[in-house]
């Protein structure tokens, strides 16, 4: 009996679908039809005037929405198509009267049953299944199919820019060239990142939704420009990120920590260290490798090598003394209004910066990032000092040239990434759309130039009693006098929160960061009252 349950099903379902794609293709083509007009108003103008993804869509859910409705429309019982099987196979009634005697339990309807089953089986009805109940396409499916081709070719075409006046005769052309000039400044930088693997594996999602922006063909210029820029912003925030990561923020530490290296007059030493103060790790790893060679010499006589250890040795302290260096993370606590003496000891600092109260979720994670940082330009400075030391004694100095070319790396990166933000800026740009020719016929304004003279006159002035601010600034404490202390203060305290919350917004550029943390850091210093201050006003 599944047998022929499943046949019959399989008769009644190519059955209902041809019925139901005969009943819906004229809805089809209507709607084709109603698109493809939109299509050809939407180009007859200079641009476009519909957003094609909403059409589209609304085009596909409707179709979905017609088929659904005539297939539940002209649907077929399982009898009627065992019938209709019967009819067309010539089977004599044979699989529908087994279908309707299915829940007769008796000797006749055993043997329809395995009549049924015999006909079905000798007469091959399973495989010629297709060739009796063949899958139909309509006659105006091929109308269909038409519409649907010229309404594609209608979109591929650009504006045709119809009915405008010959002034605006350039309009549809710059709409292209706006177009095409998106695309090439989207490859342009998709070819400057992706050509190179670090930042290619750093940005790869951005990069991926940058290049899915020229893949809709249908979108017009205006949106495609906009979702461009978006993702350029995008990707330039993810540069900025990188730029001023933990490493990062490492790397400018010890750019600043190399600048406090002393020259000395003379020496073996002095290019190498020339090379560091100067930001060249390459340089200086070059030369220091020349130092190692030259200590390995078996030319150099023993009052050359004395002279050379010492030399290293002092290049070893010096880099030793960097190490506990801790004057930007202290400016910056100080600027945060936290003790800067919390500088010196890393755990204490990340606690207190974790429970500081006056500082938000954003500050926090930026001197956090900066305590790591220290963390890490100490560790490197250490290492610096050890490879000098170790080369002074005649052994490899392996951690020197490790961290010289750890921080080579370092500034190659972040040269990359600066010329990757370049580029979009640039991309950015070139898809900024300048205006054209006004049409302004508006002349000038006649002017008359009317008399006027000056008089100097002196104003009586009224000075009144009142706390005295301030009298004198100078090192040591800002002399104050009455209750003005703490107003002083808390002046000062309420401008260094802001001035840090605009740096942690980024509304101020970097290189002035250093010089505000240090203004504010010496001003609170400044606001505290000397032991010698007179507060006597007579003075």
């Known amino acids: 009996m599944e047998t022929l349950i499943r046949i019959a099903n399989k008769a009644r379902m190519r059955m209902q679908f041809n019925v139901t794609v005969s009943k819906s293709i004229h809805w089809f083509l209507y709607v084709c039809c109603a698109v493809f007009l939109l299509a050809i108003i939407d180009r007859v103008g200079a641009s476009p005037l519909l957003s094609w993804n909403i059409v589209l869509l609304t085009a596909a859910v409707g179709g ?194 190399m600048q406090q290296l002393k020259l000395p007059k003379s020496g073996n030493t002095v290019p190498m260290i020339a090379a560091l103060k100067n930001g060249n790790f390459d340089k200086a790893k070059k030369e220091f490798d020349t130092l190692q060679e030259k200590m390995e010499s078996a030319t150099l006589t023993e009052q050359e090598r004395k002279e050379l250890e010492k030399q290293l040795e002092a290049l070893s302290e010096q880099l030793n003394k960097l190490s506990d260096s801790n004057k930007s993370l202290a400016s910056a606590l100080s600027a945060a209004g936290m003790n800067s003496a919390l500088a010196k000891n890393a755990e204490a600092a990340g606690k207190a910066i974790k429970n500081a109260k006056n500082l938000n979720a954003a500050q926090k994670q930026k001197l956090l990032e900066m305590l790591k940082a220290q963390q890490q330009a100490n560790k490197m400075c250490e290492k610096m000092s050890e490879g000098c030391k170790q080369c002074a004694s005649g052994e490899s100095g392996m951690s020197t040239a490790s961290e010289l070319e750890k921080m080579q790396a370092m500034q190659n990166f972040k040269t990359k990434a600066e010329m990757a933000k370049s580029a979009c800026k640039q991309a950015g740009a070139n898809m900024c759309a300048t205006g054209g020719e006004g049409k302004g016929n508006g002349g000038s304004n006649p002017t008359t130039e009317t008399e006027s003279t000056m008089v100097a006159q002196r104003t009586a002035v009224s000075t009144l009693d009142g706390t005295i601010i301030a009298k004198q600034l100078f090192e040591g404490g800002m002399l104050t006098a009455g209750e003005s202390t703490s107003e002083v203060k808390d002046t000062v305290l309420a401008q260094r929160i802001a001035a840090e919350q605009a740096i942690t917004d980024e509304e101020i550029p970097r290189k002035y960061h250093d010089l505000l943390r240090h203004y504010f850091g010496q001003l609170e210093e400044m606001t505290e009252p000397s032991t010698n201050d007179d507060t006597d006003s007579n003075d």
């Open 64 to 257: 979905i929405f017609i088929l659904i409705l005539e297939w539940t429309a002209n649907s077929f019982s399982t009898v009627e198509a065992a019938y209709e099987l019967d009819d067309r196979m010539q089977l004599h009634d044979r699989i529908s009267s087994a279908l309707a005697s299915k829940d007769i339990d008796t000797p006749f309807s055993k043997v329809v049953l395995e009549d049924a089953l015999q006909i079905v089986e000798s007469k091959q009805v399973v495989a010629s299944m297709s060739k009796h109940f063949p899958i139909v396409l309509p006659k105006r499916f091929n109308w269909v199919l038409g519409v649907i081709v010229a309404t594609v070719m209608v979109l591929w075409t650009p504006q045709w820019g119809f009915f405008q006046s010959d002034n605006n005769t350039s309009l549809a052309s710059a709409v292209i060239a706006s177009r095409e000039n998106i695309e090439t400044s989207i490859d342009a930088v998709l070819e400057e990142l992706q050509s190179d693997k670090e930042l290619n594996e750093a940005l790869e999602e951005e990069l991926a939704e940058l290049a899915a922006t020229t893949q809709n063909n249908l979108a017009d210029p205006e949106t495609m420009r906009r979702d461009a820029l978006r993702k350029m912003t995008d990707l330039q925030k993810r540069l900025d990120e990188m730029l001023q990561d933990e490493n990062a923020l490492a790397f400018e530490e010890m750019l600043r920590r």
